[in-house]
């Protein structure tokens, strides 16, 4: 059974347009939520993260929302840029051992 | 700054051979873990160490040991290797990944 989902395996947005991606998760144990960036034939990029004891988080174009009641946490990418192409993973923890659960991430495609 | 260097960057196997994938920090993490990526699965875990001389199993364990004998180190062995191990393998110190290494068993 999935704790963490990424629903929309894909997501296709114009240049300068923002890009909204989206994570749910089950396991209200989950305490700290990350955002990676993996480019083909590379690892994931750590990107930015939040608390559960923040609803939001701030970095250069990106923010990162977190709703605790509904379990869903958002990356926006304002402005998106065709470097921005890539394959968004969410990721949570919880607890001590700092496990990271992830989503099966996606595909994110900014068009010129 | 390397970060985490993974050896070898790709690698084919002999189905029944065994290997060990290297992976080395150079950040003085103290939790370090071993990730499998399959397509349309994500990465899913296979083992985690929280410290040198401790380690312990993650979601998808068989076919794989683990040993931590130093912080800096976190070798992933394939004991013998099926063709349902061929697979991108990825190391993490804390949330911080290598390159990668794709490892195909034929």
């Known amino acids: 059974d999935q704790q963490v989902k990424q629903n929309s395996p894909s997501l296709s947005v114009q240049e300068g347009r923002i890009s909204i991606l989206n994570c749910d998760y089950t396991?209200?144990?989950?305490?700290?939520f990350l955002w990676y960036k993996k480019y083909p034939a590379e690892g994931p990029t750590f990107l930015i993260s939040?608390?559960?004891?923040?609803d939001k988080n701030e970095d250069g174009r990106f923010t990162v929302f977190l709703n605790k009641s509904a379990k869903h946490l958002s990356l926006h990418i304002v402005p998106s840029q065709p470097g921005d192409s890539a394959v968004y993973f969410c990721?949570?923890?919880?607890?001590?051992?700092?496990?990271?659960?992830f989503g099966k991430g996606t595909k994110l495609s900014v068009k010129p | 700054n390397a970060g985490v260097t993974q050896t070898p960057k790709f690698q084919v196997l002999k189905t029944g051979q065994s290997m060990t994938l290297q992976c080395a920090q150079d950040?003085?993490?103290?939790?370090m873990s071993w990730y499998r990526q399959d397509p349309g699965m994500g990465l899913r875990l296979i083992h985690y160490?929280?410290?040198?001389?401790?380690?312990d199993q993650g979601e998808v364990p068989n076919g794989y040991n683990v040993s931590r004998s130093t912080t800096e180190d976190f070798p992933l062995r394939l004991l013998s290797a099926a063709p349902s191990q061929t697979s991108v393998y990825f190391c993490?110190?804390?949330?911080?990944f290598g390159q990668g290494t794709r490892l195909t068993v034929v």
């Open positions: 396991n209200s144990m989950f305490d700290y």
């Open positions: 939040i608390s559960s004891i923040k």
């Open positions: 990721a949570a923890s919880g607890g001590s051992q700092g496990n990271l659960i």
């Open positions: 950040m003085n993490h103290e939790y």
């Open positions: 160490s929280v410290g040198a001389g401790i380690t």
């Open positions: 993490a110190a804390s949330a911080f």
